[in-house]
């Protein structure tokens, strides 16, 4: 136990998981309150009830099939582009899009936007969870343990830190590049294959231990792809939306 | 008329643009059309299937970043139009400078986010970078 602790890698593991974890919980958090936000108080309560233990159970199912699945060849690599693609999301501003569901200030609507948003959000950071856990059954539990009170208490403090400290979501994007091209490398069927026909993939660096040129190109893609899918939005977007607009109209008349 | 723009944010750089904005507004030949901008920090693109919830979020946190410098102005009788807008803080105040024709700019030199800003360069810096207009920074 103590050997455990004392193991830097377990930290450094630890450490990726939270991170990770604040980013992929935490906007799951968000959709919950907002989808909440319309409802009386009473039910407001309810649904964001509702909604964690949802979230909850189907975080707890998703990450043991994830876990043996990932054991299968081939499905890292699938896991990894997937998690790529989420890192790139997280870059990407949320825009108008398509909005199936409107707020109509009904509960069962409310509970079933949080319960595909749930599924949705869970599967993204249940990936994300087993690739940084890299199989250690420990760290999967504790990451899945620390997800839990982020979903429940979250949703103020994960607002809070995404308006104050945008930086936090572009490092939990990176880190995501960063384990997705770790995830990529240890697939049963190019563990191999990488070793022997690109060694010069492989960088031991004193203190920071053995890495791959695809993990820091996993960073690389994933922060190129955000900025530049977010500043072609931005210049496709040249209306602005004021959303104080139509108060102002009716106060003046 | 003048058009002038005061980004505001709710924190304390920001409310003393628009004080100062209110104390000089006599200097000015021309009579002043204010506006006050309130940009709101997107969401993540994870965070999905809820924009209409979060337009309303991003317009009740507008709302209240506004209220004091609103307050402020109302106490002077002085008219204004406020707007809230979700984007990037530089960027969209940049923007709302082209779009409504804005000939000034009044803003606070550091804003709420005043880590990030030591990161990535302050706001101010680029609205700077970006307008054509002159623009008053208030420490």
């Known amino acids: 136990m103590i050997e ?16 990770v974890n604040i980013v992929l919980s935490g906007d799951n958090a968000v959709v919950i309150a907002l989808a909440a936000r319309s409802l009386p108080p009473q039910q407001q309560k309810q649904a964001i009830i509702w909604g ?15 876990v043996e699945m990932l054991k299968l060849p081939y499905l890292k690599l699938i896991g990894a582009c997937l998690l790529l693609y989420i890192a790139i999301q997280l870059l990407v501003p949320e825009n108008d899009g398509e909005d199936g569901i ?10 079933r936007t949080i319960l595909i948003a749930d599924l949705v959000m869970s599967l993204d950071n249940v990936i994300g969870v087993a ?13 899945l343990g620390v997800s839990i009170p982020l979903i429940i208490f979250g949703s103020t403090v994960i607002l809070k830190l ?6 936090i979501i572009t490092g939990g994007a990176a880190l995501l590049g960063w384990v997705a091209g770790e995830m990529l490398i240890t697939d049963p069927v190019l563990v191999d294959w990488i070793a022997s026909s690109m060694p010069w993939m492989h960088i031991h660096l004193p203190l920071v231990g ?19 899918i977010a500043s072609r939005d931005a210049e496709v977007e040249v209306k602005m939306v004021d959303l104080a607009e139509a108060e102002q109209q009716s106060k003046s008349n | 008329m003048l058009k002038v723009l005061i980004p505001v944010d709710g924190s304390g ?11 000089k507004a006599a200097l000015y030949k021309e009579p002043l059309e204010i506006h006050v901008l309130n940009v709101q920090h997107p969401f993540p693109g994870t965070v999905r299937g809820v924009h209409q919830q979060s337009e309303q979020y991003h317009h009740d946190e507008g709302i209240k970043a506004l ?7 109302d106490a002077q009788a002085l008219k204004y139009a406020y707007h809230i807008v979700v984007g990037e803080a530089g960027e969209t105040i940049a923007h709302f400078v082209k779009d409504k024709q804005i000939q000034q700019v009044v803003m606070g030199t550091r804003g709420a986010g005043a880590v990030a800003n030591m990161l990535i360069g302050s706001v101010a810096t680029k609205v700077l970078h970006l307008v054509d207009v002159p623009v008053l920074l208030v420490k």
């Not at chain 1, 964690?52 to 994830?66: D, F, K, N, P």
């Not at chain 1, 690739?131 to 990451?143: E, F, P, R, S, T």
């Not at chain 1, 995404?162 to 930086?167: A, I, N, T």
């Not at chain 1, 053995?210 to 530049?228: E, H, K, M, N, P």
């Open chain 2, 67 to 73: 209220a004091e410098a609103r307050q402020l102005l």
């Open chain 1, 102 to 111: 409107k707020s109509s200030g009904n509960l069962m609507t409310a509970i």
């Open chain 1, 4 to 19: 455990y602790l004392a193991n830097p890698v377990f930290w450094v593991g630890l450490g990726q998981i939270i991170i």
């Open chain 2, 13 to 23: 750089n920001s409310l003393r643009a628009v004080r100062l904005l209110i104390e």
């Open chain 1, 162 to 167: 995404m308006d104050r400290y945008p930086v």
């Open chain 1, 210 to 228: 053995d890495i791959s040129w695809i993990q820091i190109l996993g960073v690389v893609l994933v922060i190129g792809a955000g900025r530049y």
């Open chain 1, 131 to 143: 690739a940084a856990a890299k199989g250690d059954n420990v760290l999967l539990m504790l990451g």
């Open chain 1, 52 to 66: 964690s233990v949802a979230a909850i159970i189907m975080r707890v199912i998703l990450t043991i099939v994830a």
